[in-house]
């Protein structure tokens, strides 16, 4: 008769204990947002260069900062060669403060890693560097350039975030970082090359609240909008002296003005309704084809700026 009975109250609480386990994993993934891995959201944005970052998405970043959202910039290399007269070691010093000092301007994390400036390749172990900044981040949206970029240092930064965008879901994969249950919306900075397709605005962010702060941040990078990309251009004379000067003057250059594309109209109208015609600044982005797909009702979550219609 012993044996028996114990079959039976073991049987009866092995049924327990999975009835509760599953009761508490039900509990706990209904305790996840519907938008991803938390609320408020969790934004990460990736770059080659120390300020990349700020010139794509430097707006938005403000813009969630004031909401008390997390975002961080994460350089992929240090920047060690971007200057006429500096480089090495001295200039990567100089750029990852000149992007600590635009981080703090604005509320958000900045992280410069060291890899080499101009020889950026997308190899397994930067990639490995971008899985476990995605998961330790618990990012809900991450940013990347489009692959079809210029720059080389460009392109790979977006292969590089492209290839981690599965990978920080599965958990045999850097194995020393938790993996995320949910995978992150994947967004691609907007570009102007048309080659093999155009980028496609699918949202557009007013940023004319905050266009003032994304200069404040952009001129933390002395050495490249007032030293190495005027000297590139042939304009190093038309940059002012004075700080206060050349900041008027940075607001005015293309590169940070931020305008409203006339191809971003649609987007811009479909989510400001009749207030879209009075947006002066913009950052506009694409949703890859990887990572989550969100619903409309999620993008308005994900991006809580648009008015209700
Ligand atoms: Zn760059």
Redesign the pocket.
């Known amino acids: 008769m012993l044996k028996p009975l114990r079959r039976t109250l073991f049987r009866d609480s092995m049924h327990g204990w999975m009835w509760r386990a599953g009761f508490l994993a039900a509990l706990w993934f209904a305790a996840l947002p519907a938008h991803g891995q938390n609320d408020p959201v969790r934004v990460i944005a990736f770059?080659?260069?120390p300020?990349?970052c700020d010139l794509g998405a430097g707006g938005l970043a403000a813009k969630y900062a004031a909401l008390g959202y997390k975002v961080k910039f994460v350089s992929l290399t240090n920047g060690d060669a971007g200057h006429q007269l500096e480089g090495g070691g001295p200039l990567a010093m100089r750029r990852r403060a000149e992007a600590q000092e635009a981080g703090r301007r604005i509320g958000v994390e900045y992280e410069v890693l060291d890899n080499h400036d101009g020889r950026l390749l997308p190899t397994l172990e930067v990639r490995e560097q971008i899985i476990r900044e995605i998961r330790q981040w618990k990012a809900d949206i991450v940013i990347g350039p489009r692959t079809n970029d210029y720059?080389p240092?460009?392109r790979y930064t977006g292969v590089l975030v492209q290839d981690a965008s599965y990978m920080v879901i599965v958990p045999n994969i850097v194995t020393d970082t938790a993996a995320l249950r949910r995978n992150p919306v994947f967004l691609y900075y907007s570009d102007r090359f048309t080659q093999p397709q155009a980028f496609r605005a699918d949202i557009v962010v007013a940023i004319d609240d905050v266009y003032a702060k994304k200069v404040e941040m952009l001129d933390a990078h002395v050495s490249q909008f007032y030293e190495w990309l005027p000297w590139t251009e042939g304009q190093l004379g038309d940059v002012p002296k004075d700080p206060g000067a050349r900041k008027t003057w940075l607001a005015t250059q293309p590169i940070a003005a931020s305008k409203a594309k006339p191809e971003w109209r649609e987007a811009l109208e479909e989510r400001y309704g009749a207030g879209a015609v009075r947006v002066q600044h913009a950052e506009a982005f694409e949703i890859t084809e990887y990572g989550r797909q969100p619903s409309e009702e999620e993008i308005r979550v994900l991006f809580p700026f648009f008015p209700t219609k």
């Open positions: 770059g080659a260069h300020d990349d720059h240092d460009h």
